[in-house]
């Protein structure tokens, strides 16, 4: 009879399975219901384009009168301009620099923010640092009508255009200095003008070469769904939350829906086991043990939306030869001298041999470097280690693959199978990708909470303190020792394209 026991208990597992995984499938159709009517009352996704969202924001960001998010609401309005015309002069122009509603918008935050009437007099009057991107694009606007009516006015509105044109006057994005630069260099006719601003758009959007000799590639900036670290106790003691799983697919309240849905599908289910451990205890009486906070079985991932500006990044990881080129010249990173706090004297740049790397490696990428020796690098180099949400949109795209989160003291590791798939698509943007690499977020879980499903992060970076930052790769991240090197480890370089941008201006 003991074979018949062990049936019937095998029958009881299998039945009790497929019960809960019903039960999920009925959760997530409940509390998708919402989102879907939601989705339809929007109307399809075509009828609401980047450029028409960035309107939307910029709309609100001036009824609001948020003048800290005015410059990142304008530059999502140039940066969807350049998506039209997929950042090259090559294609004609889909949108011209001011458009009518950018002027409507203007126009009513400078009454609102000057109580005075933004005509091409007032605005002449003014300090050029009053609101100084709203009243460029004013005066771009207004420009050709003054010039056909001509006189002194008109001579002194070019004027004052041009010295914002030459200033950048706080516009971040490329592509919006270029169209601007553009309306006011042929409105004034001035055809060399207009082909230095040409070359200056092409120079900036077009590959670097760095310092070092490293060659930097331009990335143009983006809005996706960024995979963020959050705490799963957390989220199990998140108030309003129900106890039971009925109670979850009946009354749960509309902000633990959007939540639910935020999480991505691995997460979901690893929310769903933890919930029903936790409806176990609740029902028998046990006391909850909760899940650990930072190791993997503790952390879910939460789709937050994140806009990334445009930037340069290294095309390929710091080799071993620019590395010995820098030790060179800074003797306090050889590794007879360097400081214990900065670097693990026992890892640091293991097997060089009288402060000099061994021959035959100065074109592989260089390892075994601390988190303060690869920012010294950079720093020296005029450029700093990547975000991760930059790496990300760098080196995989707007299309990110489930994340696994490593426990603290996982050594840094690249599955050989994601390695073949993720380094050919890193290929085809003409990047290499080869080992994991070190990032400048602190490795913990965001603050994120209450999660907001419309709310846009500009450039987010992680926690603002920890304990160690994150090496990444494209399907898991983890935590590394500041002081430690790893063999497995190497970094590359980004910088602003803002920065190139001014630089070549000025």
């Known amino acids: 009879m003991r074979w018949w026991r062990r049936l019937r208990v095998q029958l009881r597992r299998w039945w009790r399975g497929r019960w809960r995984r019903a039960e999920e499938r009925r959760i997530l159709r409940r509390i998708s219901a919402p989102a879907v009517a939601q ?76 109580k005075t009437e933004p005509d091409l007099a007032t605005l002449l009057a003014a300090e050029p640092a009053t609101l100084p991107q709203v009243h460029y694009r004013l005066l771009v606007a207004l420009l050709p009508t003054a010039l056909a009516a001509g006189g002194d006015l008109a001579r002194t509105a070019l004027e ?11 516009v971040p994005s490329p592509y919006g200095r270029w169209l601007l630069a553009e309306a006011v260099c042929r409105a004034g006719r001035d055809t060399e003008e207009l082909a230095r601003q040409r070359e200056r758009f092409r120079l900036v959007t077009t590959d670097q070469r760095a310092e070092d ?87 879910v991932f939460l789709c937050g939306r994140v806009h990334v500006t445009s930037f340069f990044i290294d095309r390929e990881p710091i080799t071993v030869g620019q590395y010995a080129r820098f030790v060179d010249a800074h003797e306090l990173w050889r590794p007879s001298r360097a400081s214990r706090f900065a670097v693990d004297r026992d890892t640091y740049l293991h097997g060089w041999r009288h402060d000099a790397p061994p021959p035959g490696t100065a ?45 603290p003291g996982s050594r840094p590791s690249f599955d050989p199978a994601d390695r073949a798939v993720y380094a050919a698509r890193a290929g085809e943007r003409g990047l290499g990708l080869h080992l994991p690499e070190r990032l400048d977020d602190y490795d913990g879980c965001c603050a994120n909470l209450p999660y907001d499903p419309d709310h846009v992060v500009h450039d987010p970076r992680g926690p603002d303190r920890g304990t160690a930052h994150i090496w990444r790769t494209p399907t898991a991240r983890g935590p590394v020792p500041d002081r430690a090197g790893d063999a497995n480890l190497t970094f590359r370089g980004v910088l602003s394209a803002v920065s190139v941008w001014t630089e070549r201006v000025s």
């Not at 004052?160 to 006057?169: I, K, N, V």
């Not at 995979?227 to 309240?253: M, Y």
């Not at 919930?275 to 079985?297: K, Q």
């Open 39 to 114: 989705r339809l009352a929007d109307g399809p996704p075509a009828e609401r384009d980047a450029l028409s969202t960035a309107l939307l924001r910029l709309r609100e960001t001036v009824a609001n009168g948020r003048l800290a998010d005015l410059t990142l609401a304008w530059y999502a309005v140039d940066e969807a301009k350049a998506a039209a015309v997929r950042y090259s002069l090559a294609v004609p122009a889909a949108h011209p620099a001011v458009l009518d509603e950018e002027l409507a918008l203007a126009q009513r935050l400078w009454r609102k923010e000057t």
């Open 160 to 170: 004052a255009a041009y010295e914002h044109l030459r200033a950048g006057t706080g």
């Open 213 to 299: 000799g490293s060659l930097l590639a331009f990335v143009a900036g983006g809005e996706f769904d960024l995979p963020q670290p959050v705490s799963l106790s957390l989220l199990l003691d998140l108030p309003g939350l129900p106890t039971r799983t009925e109670g979850l697919k009946r009354d749960a309240p509309r902000e633990i829906a959007q939540l639910f849905l935020g999480l991505t599908p691995r997460s979901r289910e690893q929310f769903m086991r933890a919930f029903r451990r936790r409806e176990d205890a609740y029902r028998s009486g046990r006391p909850w043990t909760r899940p650990p906070h930072l190791p993997s079985e503790g952390t």
């Open 363 to 407: 074109q592989l990428p260089v390892t075994n470097i601390s988190y303060q020796a690869a920012r010294a690098y950079l720093a020296a180099a005029g450029r700093r280690l990547p975000t991760e949400a930059q790496w990300l949109l760098a080196l995989v795209g707007p299309d990110l693959p489930e994340t696994r989160q490593m426990p």
